[in-house]
């Protein structure tokens, strides 16, 4: 539900659902917001998720989360979900609630954050952009081992951070040293390019950042995807 409500949401905006078919998007609404807040079997409820979990289960559900309460008009429930991508990304001021694990690859543990902040090194190593959430999924070593979560772990914030670009909260990409640009980063220089369902992210680094970071594909992803044809 995390990676793929996002996806019905946009379908339904891009149809523009409620001037093509009125009766389906009520009927849509409802269920979307009884989706928001439904029970699951692991991690309650969507929105439960996006505040507790500071790994790619909690960026998915974070966006799809952000996309319904844009699509309901929900400003409260946006500006919430919105503040806890800015507590992943590092600002404590705005979001501290995650269940965080092993803290291995935090610099401040008693602060842990979703991004480590610019800057920051463990042994002499430069781990500046790196998401200890992800990176904990193997044994600690320095470099670090391959890790394919800290693509799937960006799919979901960068999918948020565009939603709010778009919806107003105009320096989402800024946010804590530029954030997700630096988690981008970090993956290069370990090596890590981007591949299969994650190429879709880097066009849309690209625009945000006015980079041009290596553009290898851009088709379905996790979550979204499609940027060649939306931000190439």
Known sequence: MGRELIGYVLAADIVQLKTV???????WRVKLA???????????SLIDCSLDRPNNWGGHSRASWLAGAL?????????????TLRGWMGDWDAYNGFEYGDLAWQIDKSKPVGVLPKGA???????????PEELRRVSFR???????YTWEGLQGPIAAAELAYRAGYSDIWD???KALLRAVQFNYRQGW???G???WIIPIINRAYGVSLPVTGGGAGKNVGWSLWTHQ
Request: with cysteine; glycine share 10%; charged share 30%.
């Open 175 to 177: 946010c804590c040293d």
């Open 193 to 195: 390019a981007a591949e």
């Open 142 to 148: 320095i470099p670090p081992s391959n890790v394919v």
């Open 197 to 199: 369902d994650d190429k």
């Open 71 to 83: 699509y309901l008009g929900d400003k409260a429930g946006a500006d919430r979900a919105v503040a």
């Open 34 to 44: 009884a989706l928001l807040t439904y029970k699951t079997s692991q991690a309650g």
């Open 21 to 27: 078919d009125a009766d389906l998007d009520a009927k």
């Open 121 to 131: 090194k463990i042994q002499g190593y430069d781990v500046d952009g790196g998401q």
